[in-house]
C-alpha cells in the first residue's frame, strides 16, 4: 500500500482531529516529507485535507468523497472478504468487474465509481451516472443455486434498509429492483450471470446497484426529472461512504446467511405495488391487475381485472404513484 493511501486510512480513522506531521510520520514511519507529499497528492485527488500551523492535518468533516478506506471503516465481519477498488470513471462498475471475473479476480472483487459514463439498468436502459453524486457499485459473486436467483431482490431490500440507516426515511421497493422514496426513484440493480456450458450452472454474478445520494447539480435530464430523486437534498458528513458501507453490511449478511430467504419478510414489507393496481407488461400487452402479495420466492401475486390469479416471477410492471406526484412508475 503505497504512503498516500495508508495517509488516507490514518486520516479517515481519526476524521475532525487535528495531527501533526511528525504524529503522522512516526505512525505511518515514513519521513515528514513524505507525509507532505501524500497530502498534496490527496488534495490533488479532491480530498478536503485541512492545515492549521501549530495544530497539523486533518480530514475535513465535510469531506464526502468515495474511498476504500473511507468505506472500510464503517464495514462489519460479515464483509471481511470484500476487495474494495474506488475508481474515479468507468462506463459501467458491472463492465469492469466482468472484466476482471474473465481474468480470474475472485469472489468479493467490489468495485465503485465516482461517475459512470455508460451506466446500465435492467431491459438495456441507461443509469445517469453524475460524479460525485451517488453511489454506483458491482460485486463479483460466485453464488450457489439457491442463491443465484435471489441476489437482485437481496439487494433491492439491502439497498433500502441502507437508505434508512443512513437517512432515517424508509424507502420502498417497486418489484422488482427498483428503490423508491417519497415517490421517486432512487436506485435500481442490475444483476447479470455467465453461465458454465458444460451443466449450464451459474460460473459467476455481477450484482450492480446504484442509488442516488444527492441531486445532480444541473438536475436530473428531462426524461428523469418527473421521477427521478435523490436520497438527500444537500451533502451530508461521509454521506455516500456511509451509504455504501450500510449497504454492503446488509447484503452481505443476507448473502452469507445459512438461510437464503432469510431477507424475503423485509422485501415483501417494503413492497410499493402490494394492493395497488397496476399494469403487467406482457408481450400481447398490458394487463391491468391488483397486487395481492409477494410469496416466498418474491414473486409477485396478482387478481387479474378477468378474475384469474398469476405469479409473476420476471418481467415489469406499471403503477401510478398516487398523492405521489401522480408520476407513473
Known amino acids: 500500500m503505497q504512503t498516500r493511501e495508508r495517509l488516507l486510512a490514518f486520516l479517515e480513522e481519526n476524521k475532525g482531529r487535528y495531527l501533526s506531521g511528525e504524529q503522522i510520520a512516526q505512525a505511518l514511519s515514513v519521513s515528514r516529507a513524505a507525509v507532505w507529499k501524500a497530502v498534496q497528492g490527496l488534495r490533488s485527488a479532491g480530498y478536503e485535507i485541512d492545515a492549521v500551523p501549530h495544530k497539523g492535518y486533518s480530514l475535513s468533516l465535510q ?7 473511507g468505506i472500510g471503516k464503517y464495514l462489519e465481519p460479515a464483509c471481511g472478504g470484500l476487495a474494495i ?29 465516482v461517475r459512470q459514463t455508460q451506466g446500465r439498468g435492467r431491459r438495456g436502459r441507461s443509469f445517469f451516472s453524475p460524479a460525485d453524486t451517488g453511489v454506483y457499485l458491482s460485486i463479483l459473486l460466485r453464488p450457489g443455486q ?14 433500502c434498509q441502507a437508505i434508512e440507516t443512513v437517512s432515517g426515511e424508509a424507502a420502498q421497493i417497486k418489484w422488482v429492483n427498483d428503490i423508491f422514496l417519497r415517490g421517486r ?85 417494503r413492497s410499493l405495488a402490494i ?9 400481447g400487452g398490458a394487463r391491468r391487475a391488483t397486487v395481492l402479495d409477494v410469496d416466498d420466492a418474491c414473486r409477485l ?29
Not at 458444460?198 to 426524461?223: C, R
Not at 394492493?275 to 408481450?283: K, M
Open 85 to 113: 477498488d474506488v475508481l474515479p470513471e468507468v462506463d459501467s462498475t458491472n463492465t469492469v468487474v466482468r472484466a476482471r471475473a474473465a481474468a480470474g479476480a475472485a469472489e468479493g472483487c467490489t468495485v465503485l465509481a
Open 185 to 269: 426513484k432512487v436506485g435500481g440493480i442490475l444483476t447479470e450471470a455467465a453461465f458454465a456450458l458444460e451443466d449450464g450452472a451459474v460460473d459467476y454474478a455481477v450484482l450492480g446497484v446504484g442509488m442516488n445520494v444527492y441531486p445532480p447539480q444541473d438536475g436530473f435530464p428531462a426524461a428523469l426529472s418527473d421521477i427521478a430523486g435523490s436520497v438527500f437534498r444537500a451533502p451530508q458528513d461521509d454521506g455516500k461512504n456511509r451509504m455504501a458501507a450500510a449497504f454492503l453490511n446488509r447484503f452481505m449478511s443476507y448473502y452469507t446467511a445459512q438461510q437464503p430467504e432469510s431477507y424475503v419478510d423485509e422485501y415483501r414489507r
Open 275 to 283: 394492493g395497488r393496481t397496476v399494469e403487467v407488461q406482457q408481450p
Open 63 to 69: 469531506s464526502d468523497r468515495l474511498s476504500p478506506q
Open 146 to 159: 439457491a442463491q443465484a436467483g435471489r441476489l437482485t431482490t437481496m439487494a433491492a431490500a439491502a439497498a
Open 301 to 329: 401475486v396478482v387478481r387479474y381485472e378477468d378474475g384469474t390469479a398469476g405469479r409473476l416471477s420476471a418481467g415489469e410492471i406499471t403503477m401510478r404513484l398516487a398523492g405521489e406526484g401522480g408520476a407513473p412508475a
